[in-house]
């Protein structure tokens, strides 16, 4: 398997890791996705909340409601350790965001760096 393999491979078991965390919002949950020190960017230009205890009380704080969303996903690119995520986020109430992630893994698979850039669709006129 090459690097390249090896770090798609973490990417996607991060993924799905992170959606169990959003689905369940359980502390534990979120705390296995980040390194103590990992930073969480909700968008790309604003300071990042740093440290996994300031992770899980931002989490808790904007969780959204189990069952209110649908997340679609796939890779789309790998750079080294760092993975580029795209998806599509659909809520119940009608709202659809497009999203963009990068993820930066430690050897351990837990994300150092994580930044979300999400943009609203607007409805066709």
Do not use: H
């Not at 909340?49 to 904007?62: K, R």
């Amino acid at each position: 398997m090459t690097d390249r393999e090896s770090t798609e491979r973490r990417i996607r078991s991060w993924v799905e890791a992170y959606v169990t965390a959003w689905t369940s919002n359980e502390p534990a949950d979120i705390r296995a996705l980040f390194t103590d020190d990992g930073e969480y960017r909700t968008e790309p230009w604003v300071s990042p909340t740093i440290g996994i205890d300031a992770v899980i009380a931002q989490w808790v704080e904007i969780a959204d409601a189990p069952g209110s969303w649908e997340f679609e996903w796939d890779t789309a690119g790998i750079d080294g350790a760092r993975g580029f995520v795209e998806g599509v986020t659909r809520y119940a109430d009608g709202r659809v965001y497009n999203n963009l992630w990068i993820i930066d893994l430690a050897a351990d698979g837990r994300a150092t760096s994580f930044t979300e850039w999400w943009m609203k669709q607007t409805p066709e006129s």
